[in-house]
């Protein structure tokens, strides 16, 4: 009995010495903030690393330098802190990552990241402009699902994110419905996450610049039940190209998706109440799904589409694009939406779709931005295309 006494006395002297290190320990670790946003929109960003040689700030507001944003050494002070301050910077949301003696690494006293594709890096918001959209604020909220749907052209369950606006549960007025699709790479949690489409429809619901709608955030690569992670897969590697991709089984297989969401959702069963758009393969799909099942959507949009000659394009979807194009037109569209940035390297296969559309009397609106192929143009597309569709 004394033995037991002594070994709990003694445990408990050893683990108050450690709690009190581990404490002090805590306490006493210089605080880093990273990323500071002073009052004239520059920002400063820190990261602690006394052993380092050389790092790095790469951020997707630099100049690019190749695919990739370019990056800019950081100084060391006497601690061991390395820092850079930016030029003010406009209003959006940005990303960035630190390069420590070559590896890349995000910052460890950002808590907010986000991925995309198999990269992960570090977010921040400056507000007092298109930023405030992309913010929380104190507006009504809708409600993002993420909700499994039988396929059986693809003979599986998938997973799609489901946005419905806010009052959606305490109602029963039906609502139009968007179809928004992910680029290459991407899966269903790309538009939420990095497209903030939840918070852009939030605010814009709240302005009254939107009507209220569902939005439908799909997973356009067939080969996988859900995003990597959130399948029966297990933790595996997000990669850009998977079996299928872009090869007309998606379009086949995309009335799987309207037939969940018009039988489990108060909707508008008419071509005036749905929509589609969709960010580079998604603008790909979208301009296909539209034109393959030419009476079921009234409003189309192209993001930075890939309307580009595919090896694999041999399915009956891509067949006949001229005359199911004329079919689309004589249809009769509420609107056909293109956007691309200038520096896009899908810039000419947009100008020469658009050419093709003049030639044809395809009426479009068509919106051109600064940059390239960007998650901060294509928040830009769904900010301007919400506030034009089901009007």
Known sequence: MKKMSF?????FVVVSIYGTFAQQALWSRQ?????EIHADNSVTFRFMAPQAGEVKLSGDWMPSEGWAPGSQLMSKDDKGVWSYTTAALPSDLYSYWFIVDG???????????????????NVFIIGGGKGDLY??????????????????????????????????????????????????????EAW??????????????????ANPMIVVMSNGNVAQEAAPGESSLGFTKPTMQLPNTMDGKFEE???????????NY????????????????????????????????????????AIMPNEQATSKVYQNLDATLETQMKNGLNLYWIGIGKTDFLYKNNVDFREKLDKMGFKYTYLETEGGHTWTNWRIYLTEYAQLIFK
């Open 192 to 209: 939420i996450a990095l497209g903030r489409t939840s918070q852009i429809l939030d605010n814009l619901i709240a302005q009254k610049k």
């Open 253 to 263: 297989t995309f009335p799987d998706i309207i037939r969940f969401i018009e039988n």
């Open 135 to 188: 913010q929380v604020n104190d507006v009504a909220h809708g409600t993002v699902a993420r909700r499994w749907y039988n396929s059986p052209g693809n003979g599986m369950m998938r997973r799609i994110t489901v946005y419905t606006p806010p009052g959606y549960e305490e109602g029963k007025q039906k609502y139009p419905v968007l179809y928004l699709l992910h680029g290459m790479g991407g899966d269903e």
């Open 7 to 11: 070994l709990i006395t003694t445990l």
């Open 31 to 35: 605080e880093i903030v990273s990323p």
């Open 266 to 305: 108060r909707v508008r069963k008419k071509k005036e109440s749905r929509a589609i758009a969709g960010l580079s393969m998604g603008g790909y799909h979208s301009l296909h799904i539209s034109r393959y099942y030419p009476g079921t959507f009234g409003y189309v949009g192209l993001f930075s589409a």
């Open 103 to 121: 590896l890349r690494c995000t910052d460890p006293a950002n808590v907010y990241m986000i991925r995309d594709v198999a990269s992960v890096f």
